[in-house]
């Protein structure tokens, strides 16, 4: 069977300053994991990205500091650059829409259809400012709302009301240039038809579905714009920084930044074909049928990327070259927002990659952006609860587990895996659960749900570490020396899986484990083998995921602008099902109940959910003894976000209620509703 030949793209994104947090949720990191699992599982692969430098946003930006252009896109590009190098992106190119090549390839375009007759020609009246000698972008002009009297209103949108009007209607206008009242004046642009494709772009992204199955939010955005009904779009404006229109009369007109940034894709690995000296590698991505095309995106790029994109495409394609393949997926993410508000640089609310990188490494901001990416709704970036991801998961069960059987193994064994003897039942049902990992998480990966995958990462770490409790190899190692090594054996391949199935999460961890294990990884369906032969020597172990104290993560806490209080959910407001359904309540069985030690109230419990097991700290010790509670079927919140209480972690919330005279009583089930049954 040949390769599957897989061609990435993640949303250029937009140099007008550094990237943060939000971003990588969204285009980047889901789609650096996808990438990495792909390449492992031997795709013929190509990941492409890069910086969108035109576009009003940058000139305003470059207008206020009193430089050129050049040097805003020159100094974030680099900024940027570095941050997803630092973060472990890993693009094989990053290119940028200034370059030369990427004027030629959106020029091209815009030819192909204006010599074909795709596009119209239309006039328009549009301010000009006199003074400046320039016709001025949208963002360029301030005047007063003719419906709410706003006197901040953009020329033909009002963001106080809301209301959309024509440039003439707006009143006392003025250009933010030069203060002037501008004129009114025609001009004349070139629209692209999009509402001429609707049909295709309709049909299209119904076969795409169908075949490969979109995300449900992707599918309703596309259904929104179809309602709606596609209207033509400027593919021209006025303003002197982008890509000109290569047609004579076209003087100060370039390319509206939405045409030339998707083209940038195709420039970009235009440019890599240059770079590896193999000039016609990017047609055999982008016009061979057989390549898997998958574009990486935030929600507000979704209209660009399964609407505008694949128009373009099809114009092309309606013509007599060669043809380019459209996206065969276009997994969104909804947005990242970070301590329950928007990520806002004037309001200082959030932290830019570059900046957090200098305070902590990748990995960890790696796997907490990835164990809770917003794939199907918007999500929340907390400090704390990155710290509880690294401490609590990275550190206390997937770095333990490791710590402890290297520990064990260089102790008691000279530094070499021991050789496998008798098994037992619970040695092969670690192994097979070892072997069936990659495949498992791999499923995931493959449907883009990454939390998913991640979060069954992280699970066999789990598994690992109660398998080392339960052998007790600090016991065995006196009493049956062989016995030990075998379960030292299975701990050695389980290290060796999970930091393959850990790579595409946390790249550099994972190469810092298998440097430890003296091991290289072979490819993704290998994982699950028994790769680490006995005799094998390893290496020095390290500690791979320090643990991030409380005082690092106050101050930056403090750092925030808290001038606004957190919000509250108003009392009595109505939810819909939806929000409802947001809390998992989960029927549980508690297998174990002991009193927290020095706590009056607290009550450490064990209880079994699905598959999993779990810990549970509950203020019930006044009202129950711990012999009443096992077995007991209890309701508990399965996705509360983990929380310490007297420094033991508790992974979910037991339901109770206060009777009359304040006795607590937990809310159960009998015995015949399953453990893991959702409440409903
Ligand atoms: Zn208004």
């Known amino acids: ?36 699992y792909k390449r492992l599982k031997g795709s013929d692969i190509l990941y492409i990205c890069g910086s969108d430098e035109h576009g009003v946003p940058i000139t305003i930006t470059a207008d206020k500091e009193g430089v050129k252009p050049k040097v805003i896109i020159d100094r974030f590009h680099k900024i940027n650059k570095d941050a997803f190098e630092k973060f472990g992106m890993s693009f094989d190119n990053y290119s940028r829409t200034s370059l030369p090549l990427h004027h030629e390839t959106a020029k091209e375009f815009f030819l192909e259809f204006y010599n074909r007759g795709i596009l119209n020609e239309k006039k328009s009246l549009q301010f000009y400012d006199e003074k400046a000698k320039m016709f001025l972008p949208d963002r360029y002009v301030e005047g007063t709302c003719p419906n709410c009297g706003n006197e901040e209103a953009r020329s033909d949108e009002c963001e106080n009301c809301g209301a959309l009007y024509d440039p003439s209607e707006l009143k006392n206008p003025k250009s933010k240039i030069t203060g002037e009242t501008p004129l009114l004046k025609e001009t004349s642009h070139w629209f692209f038809p999009l509402g001429k494709y609707q049909p295709k772009l309709e049909q299209y992204i119904d076969e795409m579905n169908k075949k490969y199955g979109w995300k449900e939010n992707v599918l309703q955005y596309c259904r929104g714009w179809f309602k709606d009904g596609l209207r033509d779009r400027a593919v021209t404006r006025d303003l002197d920084w982008g890509v000109k229109v290569p047609v004579d009369n076209a003087e100060g007109k370039v390319l509206y930044v939405w045409f030339d940034a998707v083209l940038g894709y195709i420039s970009a690995t235009k440019e890599l074909s240059q770079k590896r000296g193999d000039e016609n590698l990017w047609k055999k991505y982008w016009q061979d049928p057989e390549t898997k095309y998958v574009a990486f995106i935030g929600k507000d790029n979704v209209v660009f990327h399964c609407i505008v994109f694949p128009a373009m495409l099809m114009a092309w394609n309606e013509g007599e070259n060669e043809k380019f393949v459209l996206p065969q997926n276009v997994p969104a993410n909804e947005f990242l927002n970070f301590e329950g508000k928007k990520f806002s640089k004037s309001r200082n609310w959030g932290i830019d990659v570059i900046d957090f990188l200098k305070l902590f490494p990748a990995d960890p901001l790696r796997y907490t952006l990835a164990a809770n990416l917003p794939e199907t709704r918007d999500t929340d970036f907390y400090w704390k609860e990155f710290q509880l991801r690294n401490n609590s998961e990275l550190a206390d069960i997937l770095g333990n587990f490791i710590n402890r059987t290297f520990t064990f193994v260089h102790k008691h064994f000279d530094g070499k895996v021991p050789a496998r003897g008798k098994m037992d039942s619970i040695d092969n049902e670690m192994l097979n659960m070892i072997s069936a990992s990659p495949s498992k998480i791999g499923s995931y990966f493959e449907r883009y749900k990454v939390k998913d995958g991640v979060f069954e990462s992280m699970n066999l770490a789990r598994a690992c570490n109660k398998y080392f409790n339960d052998s007790e190899p600090w016991k065995t190692i006196k009493s049956d020396k062989e016995r030990c090594g075998t379960t030292l054996y299975v701990c050695m391949q389980a290290i060796y899986t999970l930091a393959g199935i850990f790579n595409p999460v946390i790249p550099f961890s994972s190469e810092k484990i298998f440097k430890m294990l003296n091991a290289k990884p072979v490819g993704w369906n290998d994982f699950g083998n028994e790769k680490l032969k006995a005799g094998h020597q390893l290496n020095k172990s390290e500690i791979i995921f320090p643990k991030i104290e409380d005082d690092m993560i106050e101050e930056q806490t403090k750092k925030l602008n808290n001038d606004e209080t957190v919000k509250e959910a108003p009392k009595d407001e109505t939810i819909t099902i939806d929000d409802f359904f947001k809390v998992q309540l989960k029927v549980a069985e508690v297998i174990s109940a002991e009193k927290v030690e020095k706590s009056e109230k607290l009550m450490k419990l064990r209880v079994k959910l699905d598959k999993e097991e779990r810990q549970v700290i509950a203020g019930i010790s006044k009202h129950y003894a711990p012999e009443d509670l096992v077995n007991k079927r209890v309701i508990i919140v399965a996705n509360l976000k983990p929380a310490k209480l007297m420094g033991l972690e508790s992974q979910g919330m037991v339901l109770a209620v206060d009777d009359e005279n304040g006795k607590v009583n937990l809310l159960s089930v009998d015995n015949s509703v399953k453990v893991g049954t959702r409440v409903k």
Request: proline share 8%.
């Open 1 to 36: 069977m040949s390769k599957e030949k897989i061609l990435v793209t993640s949303a250029l994104p937009y140099v007008n300053g550094p990237i943060h947090l939000g971003h990588l949720s969204g285009a980047y990191l889901p789609a650096d994991i996808f990438v990495r």
